[in-house]
């Protein structure tokens, strides 16, 4: 619904009533012409949407409300040009502060248990709709929406443009929290090497087969092989196969957490999460988390996600840069854009701004990218029906601690940063698409050339198989943290990745089992099955699995510009 339409929907009464016309609506006006260009809406609906905003801002004008998100890109454009905006056409004096990812979920937490107001809203990964949907702490959206923020939820809204709206519901069918932003973890590679004849001749005369996108790990791994040891070097440069990280820090638990064991294949069938078992291990009975270890039906240290963390700490060693063992997730982000790596199979898609800047070592000349992204190669464990990587979803999130008049007030800055009016400028900024119309622009077509097949990926059907950690995980802070630690005794040599592993699990469900204890959750609050042999739940169906006679099937891979060209079809059917 466009222009004159949107105008009579919402009653533009500017048009009628020039009384109006004062300062929001000229600072609505100069946004528009200044800021929010472009947009999927043409100017006369961007309007009649920010009309909305200023009428329904009025009783709280002159309030000071402070909101707060990580520091990535798009979070930086909201905090210095929205949230000015917001102020100016509104006349309530937001504040959004950006820090750590940790500090966020550390207030949250706090506000949570302090029942003490830090923050009038958050923008937190849609990794906690499990702790969300289960502590009574967060206003469920649905509920909010039809209820006590009526008068203060747009009637432009259009929820069902948005495409993260499943990661953001909980087991109730409610939804928790609204999506501002969100990234994949995708394959990305070195287009320009691999299209190179004489490597592609080299790499078939090995291997037998066509030097292209790998499907399957085994692919991966003697691609990643065939650029360490048989090319070595390029233009005079050494090259590497590898690329990834491995301090000990809390960043190399999301390394394990965002959805690595489902890239294994270590889950069930099941989207956006695997059910019964989820990529964490854990398996609920209904809603009820039932346990991690394999003895409990989990698959936190089964074959499967034992054979992950090998592979993990096989290509690190072997394949990467020697400095990358010692890197943080922080740290080896801008590593590829440097130019000696030939491919990643874990490549957040957040960094596709910095990758694509001109002059590095992996743009062209005229701007566009050597490199290009494509879907996750899978392990041997996985099927089809399963989710094949990660996505991170940042949502806002009002808590009920926070008095009902500063979330409305702070309910209308979620909705403004995410309207129709603003998200197509704020998606070309951090490049984090939340809505299906300012994917189907032609904008999005014009820059699609520049982003090396971020635009063909959130067009595709494919999309859906990339999502956050799901409802299966009832206390996200709480078990995200044994993840890294855990994992980096394997790192370093002082566990193996079976003990690693069994660790994980039985740590896991001891925290389930006071989760339990403290009837967390109502009816899904965790409740562990009685310990099994581990034969017993490999015999059933699905996860746990038993371990392969064959963890290294033959390599598989496709052609990229075939891929894109099917997805190109899709998107069109």
């Known amino acids: 619904m466009k222009g004159s339409a949107v105008a009579v929907a919402l009653g533009l009464a ?107 809203a958050f923008i937190n990964d849609s990794d906690l709709i499990g702790t969300h949907s289960r502590y009574d702490a967060v206003v469920p959206l649905s509920d909010f929406m039809a209820g006590e923020g009526k008068d203060v939820t747009s009637p432009t809204l259009d929820l069902e443009d948005f495409i993260g709206l499943s990661f953001t519901t909980g087991p109730d069918g409610k939804l928790y929290q609204l999506p501002d932003q969100q990234f994949a973890n995708l394959y990305w590679f070195r287009y320009d090497w691999f299209q190179r004849e004489d490597l592609q001749k080299q790499f078939k005369d090995k291997y037998g087969y066509d030097l292209g996108v790998p499907v399957n790990w085994s692919a ?18 050494k090259v590497y196969g590898h690329m990834d990280y491995g301090k000990k820090d809390p960043s ?21 999460n695997g059910l019964p078992v989820d990529e964490w291990g854990i398996r609920v009975e209904g809603c009820a988390p039932a346990g991690s270890s394999v003895t409990r039906g989990g698959a936190a240290n089964g074959p499967a996600a034992v054979y992950a963390l090998t592979k993990y700490i096989d290509w690190l060693k072997a394949y990467a840069p020697a400095e990358a063992a010692g890197m943080t997730f922080g740290e080896a982000g801008p590593v590829p854009a440097q130019g000696q790596i030939a491919q990643q199979i874990f490549w957040y898609t957040a960094f596709t701004a910095d990758m694509a800047k001109k002059g590095t ?25 399963m989710k094949l990587g990660y996505q991170d979803v940042g949502s806002w999130t009002l808590m009920k601690s926070t008095p009902l008049e500063r979330r ?64 299966n995980v009832p206390d996200y802070p709480k078990l995200a943290q044994l993840w890294w630690q855990n994992v980096a005794e394997a790192v370093t040599g002082e566990r ?64 990229y510009d075939d891929l894109i060209a099917e997805w190109r079809a899709a998107q069109k059917n």
């Not at 190399?252 to 956006?272: H, Q, V």
């Not at 800055?413 to 070309?428: C, D, G, I, N």
Request: proline residues 6%.
């Open 252 to 272: 190399l638990g999301w390394r394990f957490t965002d959805a690595w064991l489902s890239m294994a294949g270590a889950g069930d069938k099941g989207l956006p």
């Open 220 to 237: 991966y791994e003697d691609i990643a092989e065939f650029f360490t040891n048989d090319v070595k070097e390029i233009d005079g440069q």
């Open 496 to 559: 193996t990745p079976q003990e690693a592993m069994d660790n994980l699990a039985k740590s896991m469900d001891q925290v389930l089992q006071r989760l339990e204890r403290a009837g967390i959750g109502g009816e899904c609050a965790p409740k562990l099955n009685e310990e099994r042999d581990a034969q017993y739940w490999f015999d059933q169906p699905g996860a746990p699995k038993a371990k392969l006679a064959n963890e290294k099937p033959q390599g598989e891979t496709v052609n």
């Open 361 to 385: 070592p992996v743009v062209n000349e005229d701007g566009t990218p050597k490199w290009r992204m494509a879907p996750s190669p899978h392990g041997p464990y996985w099927e089809e029906g």
């Open 408 to 471: 409305k007030a702070a309910w209308l800055y979620a909705q403004f940063v995410t309207s129709k009016s603003v998200s197509l400028k704020k998606t070309l900024t951090g490049l984090t698409p939340i809505r299906q119309s300012d994917l189907d622009t032609q904008e999005m077509t014009d820059i699609a050339p520049n982003w090396g097949g971020l635009v063909e990926f959130y067009r595709s059907p494919a999309r859906v198989q990339w999502s956050p950690t799901g409802t």
């Open 14 to 120: 500017v048009l009628a009533n020039p009384a109006m016309a004062d300062q929001y609506t000229d600072a609505a006006k100069k946004w528009i012409d200044s800021e929010f260009q472009p947009s999927s809406l043409n100017k006369d609906a961007q309007m009649a949407e920010l009309e909305w905003f200023i009428k329904a801002a009025e009783p709280f004008r002159g309030m000071d409300i402070n909101v707060v998100s990580e520091t990535i890109t798009t979070h930086e454009y909201e905090s210095k040009v929205l949230a000015k905006a917001f102020s100016e056409i509104t006349g309530i004096n937001l504040t959004h502060d950006l820090i750590g990812e940790g500090d966020v979920i550390e207030k949250l937490q706090t506000q949570m248990q302090s029942n003490r107001n830090i923050y009038d």
